[in-house]
């Protein structure tokens, strides 16, 4: 332990004062004759007791108060409170800031992100000039020591939430053994997340573990900006049956919905659009969550048109954290594929031909396949590659 002003601890010696005057202020006893009734005597002395206790109490109570004032105004450090170099070495300080897309969870009509980052800009101002300091966060681009403190500010500030982070896991990583190259300074990081359960595995914690103890020099600190009790209903990965259509196929999907503190069904949309217009709602539906708060949307379109058709699902409750409330997709209408049939004679190829293509419905719109048939001797002066497929039928 170390003192910023040590001369100020000369102030602890005012601790005679009350000693002085419980010395000179003490009431001398005044004799008084009473009559010989020895119950007056007994409480007497019990009074005595008792006021010599409150005494030295009061006492002992001034002395300390001014021991820690003096004590205060010394300004006490201890090693590892990322406010002070040891021995007036300056600090090397890693800001570690989740900027994950999880991290715009809102409470209190603040996002944790923005809780983060003017908690950190509280820290930095409150750093010693000399300090180095690092800004990381989990894009791919995570820089090292900035030029000085009001550039630190700056990239704080200019933080945007990353939608491809990477793990939390490397990134506090990187930042303990940047800061542990600064051999002559003081090294500290510090960790502004919202703590989520699913980052600190306990493979990850352990590996934070194993580095702390190679680098015995630095230390770590957690600042936790997550909320208790979170409220949030989210979308999961969307699955496509198939992203290229053909004519009259329809478009099959499904999302899994998860909730999380709230239990009432959720209303589902989608929406589709092509690249000429502007998305259309399709459809709606409420979706049943089970008990542990999970449920699936399943939605089926038909009619669509030629070409590339991109659209979304959302779901139209609110909650505090709205980046996981839609998915995109994307699908591609093309024409009927083109099959060659290939036989000793065109005979040969009539049945597959009418499996796939049959001739009572080749005048329609949403015929999947269009079927030609040769024979073997004209495949010479067949262009292939203007067809999905080639059959060979009883090939010679």
Same mark, same amino acid.
């Given at each position: 332990m170390g003192f910023i002003t040590p001369a100020l601890l000369g102030g602890a010696a005012l601790v005679a004062v009350p000693l002085l005057l419980h010395l000179v202020m003490r009431r001398q006893p005044r004799k008084l004759v009473?009559?010989?009734?020895?119950?007056?005597?007994?409480?007497?002395?019990?009074?005595?007791?008792?006021l010599n206790?409150?005494?030295?109490?009061?006492?002992?109570?001034?002395?300390?108060?001014i021991a820690g004032l003096a004590f205060a105004l010394a300004r006490p450090t201890l090693k590892g409170t990322g406010l002070r170099g040891?021995?007036?070495?300056?600090?090397?300080?890693?800001?570690?800031?989740?900027?994950?897309l999880r991290m715009q969870y809102i409470h209190e009509n603040r996002n944790r992100q923005q809780q983060a980052t003017d908690m950190a800009h509280w820290l930095v101002k409150r750093l010693p000039a000399n300090s180095e300091v690092a800004v990381m966060d989990r894009s791919r681009l995570s820089g090292g020591f900035v030029v000085d403190i009001s550039t630190a500010e700056? /990239?704080?500030?200019? $933080?945007?939430?990353?939608?491809?982070?990477?793990?939390?896991?490397? #990134?506090?990583? =990187?930042?303990? %053994?940047?800061?542990?190259?600064?051999?002559?300074?003081?090294?500290?990081?510090?960790l502004f997340s919202d703590m989520a359960a699913?980052?600190?595995?306990?493979?990850?914690?352990?590996?934070? /573990?194993?580095?702390? $103890?190679?680098?015995?020099?630095?230390?770590?600190?957690?600042?936790? #900006?997550?909320? =208790?009790?979170? %409220?949030?209903?989210?979308?999961g990965k969307l699955k496509l049956r198939n992203n290229i259509l053909r004519p009259g196929q329809p478009l099959?999907?499904?999302?899994?919905?998860?909730?999380?503190?709230?239990?009432?069904?959720? $209303?589902?949309?989608?929406?589709?659009?092509?690249?000429?217009?502007q998305a259309v709602k399709r459809g709606q539906r409420h979706v049943q969550l089970s008990e542990d708060g999970n449920g699936q949307i399943t939605f089926e379109l038909g009619d669509l048109s030629l070409g590339t058709h991109q659209g979304y699902v959302r779901l139209a409750t609110r909650d505090p954290l709205e980046v996981d409330n839609t998915r995109y997709f994307s699908v591609e209408v093309r024409p009927p594929a083109q099959i060659l049939l290939l036989g000793e004679n065109v005979k040969d190829t009539l049945f597959l031909h009418e499996a796939l293509s049959p001739e009572l419905i080749s005048d329609r719109s949403d015929v999947q396949y269009v079927c030609t048939s040769e024979i073997f001797s004209q495949a010479a002066n067949l262009q292939l590659e203007n067809y999905a497929v080639v059959c060979l039928l009883d090939q010679p």
């Open positions: 009473f009559p010989a009734l020895q119950f007056v005597r007994k409480r007497q002395q019990a009074n005595r007791r008792r206790l409150r005494h030295w109490l009061l006492l002992a109570l001034r002395c300390l108060l040891k021995e007036g070495a300056p600090l090397a300080v890693a800001l570690v800031v989740d900027n994950s700056a /990239r704080l500030s200019n $933080l945007t939430p990353e939608s491809n982070p990477r793990s939390l896991e490397i #990134v506090v990583q =990187e930042a303990i %053994q940047l800061v542990a190259d600064r051999t002559d300074h003081r090294q500290e990081v510090f699913a980052e600190w595995t306990e493979e990850a914690i352990e590996s934070i /573990r194993e580095l702390l $103890l190679k680098s015995p020099d630095v230390r770590i600190y957690v600042v936790d #900006v997550g909320v =208790e009790d979170t %409220q949030n209903m989210a979308l099959h999907l499904e999302v899994p919905v998860k909730a999380t503190g709230m239990s009432d069904d959720p $209303l589902a949309e989608i929406f589709l659009s092509t690249s000429a217009e």
